[in-house]
Structures are given as C-alpha cells and as structure tokens.
C-alpha cells in the first residue's frame, strides 16, 4: 500500500464525538449486517438536512466504512452506513440484496421525516461491488424507495473477471474455512457459467450486471472515483461504461482519475483531492435542483472530471 497521505481534515475527524442515532443488526442466510445511522457531532458543521447512504465493500469492516462517514459529517450530512454480507456479495441472493438497499435507504428517508420535515437530499456513496450489487437491486424497486438525488461510485462498478474475483475473495474473506468454501463455490459457479455458455446464448451473470449499470435510465446524477493502479476494478472497461451512459443520456455523469492509488483506497491516498471531487459534485446537483431541475444536464454541468481532478 502507499504512504498513508494526511490531511488537518482528517487530523480533526479524530476528535469528533460521534452521534450514533441507532445502529440495528439484521440477520439472513447470507450472514448478519449492520445498519448504523449517525448525524454529525457537535463540533461539525450543523446538519444540512442531507443524509448520505453508504455502502461498503467486499470485506471492509464498519471502521473502515466510518471514515467516509466523517467525510459527510464534516460537511454537516448525516449518514446510514451498512456492508453486505460477504456470502450474499458472492452468491448474490436477490432477496437478500433487494432488502438491505431498501433497509438502509428507508433508514435514510425515515432520518429526514423525522427530524427536518422530510426536506433534504438523499445521496448514495457506494465501493466497488460490495456496493454496486446493492445499487443493481436498488434500481428495480426505487420508485417505492425514497428519492435519491446523486450517487457517488468509488472503485466500482467493477467488472467481474472470474480471476481478479478469486484473488479478491482470496485476499479479503476471514476467516480461513470460509474464504476455502467461498473460492470452491465461486470456481463451480464460474466452470457452470462457461459449460452453460457452450450450449447456449444465455446472457452471463456477469454481463447482466455490466448491462444494468451500464443502462441505468434511472437519470440519477453519477460521480466515478477511479485509477487505472487499481488491479481489482478495470478501468479500461470502466471508461468505456461512462462514455457509454455520456452517449446515451443527458443526465450529469462526472469521473475523477486518481492515476496511483489502489482498489477503495483513492480517499487514503489523495484525501483532499477526494473531498474537493465528493463535495463539489454534491454541491452541483443541489445547486440545479434549487434552480428547478430534477436533474443536471450535462450541456449545463458539463460531463467531464469534477472539481479537483488533475489535467
């Protein structure tokens, strides 16, 4: 990993008293999870009225996710955070997945109802496919979710090559007799997809992803957060994702190029530059919203890098 960059905004967030709303643990098949719901401390900017849903990664811990909370809580948003079961991020159960995006998104609208009226934005903040999975079974059902105005994508969506999704699974499933299951599981699943794929035309899970994310009509503002370091998450295939919905829609689509720093590791790595992107596109799709617009175009926010990003 590369030397850990530190910001004075990140020297502060050590100092903050965290307020913790609620934090409830739900348990399925796929393994137990944790919704935690939190509004700034007393020592942030008051609270905007903004909540941000954020959804961890492949093996990420809730300390891990936490500091992106306090991103937000630096800029007086409150958060819901949560992390997929490994299990259910490998096999993706579908109601399982379909539940935690709506648990946690509900949480967020609740938040809003009950302390500001319902006025606010909802925002989703989400790391590779831990993430972007939620994000896939979100779409099906987001007319009977709370409204969500912008989605921040950090190292995701990822394409799944079977081989980067062994070493990821390899690298980050503890502890040992489950990482064993899950790599013999996920090997099986990927020699039936190719013997499936030989006698018929059937699209692959794979492809079915990459088509959803790639097709979202949901004209939902996007930011990327990408590098072409991160061996996990092909950023050829990602580049090629976002001139795809640029082409193809007039809703604001936004990438940041982070150039040397690892899978989910652009914010340690580059933290006010991370800050500057986050902040600013937020900051964009509010301003068009207050002017009217349920959503920026990008002829008038324009489609290229965000604020902060490197010529």
């Known amino acids: 990993r590369p030397p850990r960059a ?3 905004a990140q020297m502060a967030s050590s100092k903050m008293v965290r307020r913790v709303i609620s934090t409830s643990t739900f348990f399925t098949p796929a393994g137990s999870y944790v919704i935690t719901v939190e509004k700034p401390p007393d020592d942030a900017p008051a609270w905007t009225g903004d909540v941000v849903v954020i959804w961890g990664w492949y093996g ?15 800029a007086g948003r409150a958060t819901v955070r949560t992390i997929a079961p490994p299990a259910a ?7 399982i997945l379909s539940s935690i995006a709506a648990k946690s998104l509900s949480a967020a609208g609740d938040l809003l109802a009950g302390a500001r009226g319902g006025r606010g934005d909802i925002f989703i903040h ?8 939620l994000y896939e079974h979100y779409l099906p059902q987001r007319h009977e979710l709370p409204r969500v105005r912008g989605v921040i994508f950090d190292s995701a969506p990822a394409y799944m090559h079977p ?3 062994v070493r990821i699974i390899a690298q980050y499933t503890r502890p040992a007799f489950v990482r064993t299951v899950l790599v013999a599981t996920f090997k099986a699943w990927v020699a039936g997809v190719r013997a499936v794929q030989k006698c018929t035309t059937t699209v692959t899970p794979t492809e079915r992803f990459w088509q959803v994310v790639g097709e979202d009509d949901s004209m939902i503002p996007s930011l ?7 061996t996990a998450t092909d950023a050829v295939k990602l580049e090629e994702l976002i001139a795809a919905r640029r082409a193809h829609s007039d809703v604001l689509v936004e990438a940041v190029e982070f150039h040397d720093s690892p899978h989910v590791m652009h914010y340690r790595t580059h933290p006010d530059k991370y800050a500057a992107a986050v902040d600013g596109f937020m900051t964009r799709v509010q301003t068009h919203s207050q002017l ?5 175009r990008k002829g008038v926010c324009g489609s290229g890098a965000a604020a902060g990003d490197e010529p």
Do not use: C, I, W
Not at 89 to 95: D, S, V
Not at 126 to 133: E, I, P, T, V
Not at 224 to 230: F, K, N, V
Not at 292 to 296: E, F, K, L, T
């Open 6 to 8: 530190t910001s004075s």
């Open 163 to 165: 081989d980067v999704a």
């Open 292 to 296: 009217g617009n349920s959503a920026p």
């Open 126 to 133: 989400l790391f590779s496919n831990g993430g972007a999975f």
């Open 89 to 95: 991020t490998m096999l993706k159960p579908h109601h």
């Open 224 to 230: 990327y957060l990408y590098s072409h370091a991160d």
């Open 60 to 74: 990420s811990q809730d300390v891990h996710v936490r500091k992106y909370a306090e991103l937000h809580h630096r």
